[in-house]
């Protein structure tokens, strides 16, 4: 498998690696794909809004990937990319293995970072018990589940505020838990009483329902009522699921703190791109999937030969 120059290393086994690997593939390119096998969605039960297969269980949904990019000859290896470096403009070098792992390296013309995002979630107990089910981090992915219920949104400042605003498409039994009281300022309290959205400015203790079928049933507080709920969102922000674009010193896009991306989906590194959750705009598998589809195409005809191009 090693002592190859492959065509692409696709690091990312999600959504967007999947669907450039596909291409890739049947553009007949000699591409490996890395996943350690920790997709962003590993905690939900099914995958919503993705056409033809809404609802599918995301495990489901990429193994099926991973079997139509082996279908077409792709390489798929489960180990974890600890490191990439650039030997030249054409001659990428990554490094593999974590802890007790072999470590080996893989050289490529092209890399493609499709690695996604780590969301930062409660610490309470209780959280994992209903995460995915009836706990989300998502309105777009989640909210239609959710018409008319008690919700709970978790977080502060005036970006949970328009979170919580953007709840009011499914119901307006709102409620914010705020548990830092400082992170509302008086204009924020007044635009959620404006949509009788309440305000709990409490720490929670647990996270209480029916572990069965995973549905919340309450928020309990260090102290207080506890607040009876069907369901509950939370917006603690995420961060990159790893550091690769740093150690090769692709641009962040400031705005959102991911990584920059032109048209053709190229990092500000040549010969490097990137695609999904790790890029701006919206985080849905569908588009995430489109996205790497769209590096792939690119990445093909970045690797055609001027000669075969026409004048
Ligand atoms: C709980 C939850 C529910 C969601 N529900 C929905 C929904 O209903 N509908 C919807 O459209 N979207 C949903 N999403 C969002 C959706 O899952 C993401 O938009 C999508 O997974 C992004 O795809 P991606 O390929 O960019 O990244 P990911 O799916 O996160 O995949 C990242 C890949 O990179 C790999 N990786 C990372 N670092 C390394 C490394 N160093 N070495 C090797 N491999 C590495 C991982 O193993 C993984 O294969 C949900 C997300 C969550 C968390």
């Not at 809004?49 to 489901?60: D, K, N, S």
């Not at 030249?88 to 792992?101: K, P, Y």
């Not at 499709?114 to 209903?130: H, K, N, Y």
């Not at 919580?164 to 300022?185: F, Q, V």
């Amino acid at each position: 498998m090693n002592n190859h120059l492959y065509d692409c290393i696709v690091i990312g086994a999600g959504p967007a690696g999947l669907s450039a690997s596909l291409f890739l593939a049947r553009y007949r390119r000699r591409t490996l794909t890395f996943h350690h096998n920790s997709p962003r969605n590993e905690y939900a039960h099914g995958i919503h809004g993705l056409l033809g297969h809404h609802g599918i269980p995301p495990a489901e949904f990429l193994a099926r990937g991973r079997d139509e990019v082996t279908a077409h000859g792709g390489l798929i290896v489960e180990s974890c990319v600890t490191g990439i470096e650039q030997l030249s403009n054409d001659h990428f070098r990554i490094r593999t293995g974590n802890g007790d792992e072999e470590h080996r390296t893989f050289d490529a013309r092209r890399v493609l970072l499709a690695t996604g995002l780590r969301d930062l979630t409660p610490d309470c107990p209780g959280f994992r018990d209903f995460y995915g089910a009836s706990v989300h981090h998502c309105p777009d992915c989640d909210g239609y589940e959710c018409i008319d219920q008690r919700i709970a949104v978790l977080g502060t400042g005036t970006k949970t505020v328009g979170f919580a605003l953007k709840l009011l498409t499914w119901t307006n039994k709102l409620t914010l838990i705020n548990e830092d009281p400082a992170g509302l300022s008086e204009d924020d309290r007044a635009k959620l009483a404006e949509f009788d959205i309440n305000v709990r400015d409490q720490r929670i203790a647990k996270l209480e329902g029916d572990l069965r079928s995973k549905q919340l049933q309450r928020v309990v507080f260090t102290e207080g009522d506890p607040l009876e709920c069907d369901a509950l969102f939370f917006n603690l922000g995420t961060e990159p699921a790893s550091n690769l674009h740093e150690m090769l010193g692709c641009k962040i896009d400031e705005s959102c703190g991911l990584i920059w991306v032109d048209e053709n989906r190229q990092t500000s590194v040549e010969g490097v791109y990137a695609a999904g959750d790790i890029t701006p705009h919206s985080q849905l598998a569908v588009v995430a999937a489109a996205e790497g589809a769209m590096a792939a195409i690119h990445i093909h005809d970045s690797l055609i030969p001027a000669a075969q191009k026409p004048n």
